[in-house]
């Protein structure tokens, strides 16, 4: 069974930085596009930051400038790292991760269960 946990969230001070970690582990011939998404409590799930296997990345405006994806292909996990944290990024994070099981599915998501950043003022 597929997994992705994430790690690295906490509580820091405005201003400051956090790195978020999320390793997929599980059976899959190909790992896809993978993302990082948040939710801030009474607010809708919305996408911080995504990378597609060849390495091109897009950001919501809010973060571009403060946070950036990567990803290592060769321990299939997928980091962001972020500075100059709001309280406004406050939420719960949660990684997707796209990816295949060759011949029995393609492009089927997965989600971890999520890592919560409090940002204090």
């Known amino acids: 069974q597929v997994q992705p946990v994430e790690s690295g969230g906490g509580l820091v001070e405005a201003g400051g930085s956090l790195r978020l970690s999320c390793a997929v582990s599980g059976r899959f011939s190909r790992l896809n596009a993978l993302g990082w998404y948040r939710q801030a409590p009474g607010k809708q799930r919305e996408l911080v930051a995504a990378i597609t296997s060849g390495g091109s990345t897009n950001y919501a405006d809010s973060v571009k400038g403060r946070f950036t994806i990567s990803r290592d292909s060769t321990k299939n996990t997928v980091y962001l790292q972020m500075n100059s944290l709001k309280p406004e990024d406050t939420a719960d994070y949660y990684c997707?991760?796209?990816?295949?099981?060759?011949?029995?599915?393609?492009?089927?998501?997965?989600w971890g269960k999520g890592t919560l950043v409090t940002v204090s003022s």
């Open positions: 997707n991760a796209n990816l295949d099981r060759a011949p029995y599915f393609y492009g089927r998501d997965y």
